[in-house]
């Protein structure tokens, strides 16, 4: 039984509160896991290259107002 597998398996065990404190844990996690990908994004240029691209494909007409 992989890792995951066995995750699922015990988290059907969990009661609603305990189920409840588990998505809470979750979500911040996942968000701390982001926070540290977009910095790192950041850091080595890749968010340079998405505002790059994204400008010229305004400047070809290939975008549209909001």
């Not at 982001?34 to 340079?48: H, T, V």
Request: glycine share 4%; charged share 40%.
């Amino acid at each position: 039984m992989s890792r995951v597998e066995q995750l699922e398996q015990r988290i059907a065990e969990l009661d609603a509160a305990e189920l409840k404190e588990l998505r809470a844990w979750f979500e911040r996690y996942d968000a701390e896991v982001w926070d540290r990908q977009i910095e790192n994004d950041s850091k080595n240029g890749k968010l340079r290259q998405m505002v790059d691209q994204a400008l010229a494909d305004d400047r070809a007409g290939r975008s549209t107002d909001l």
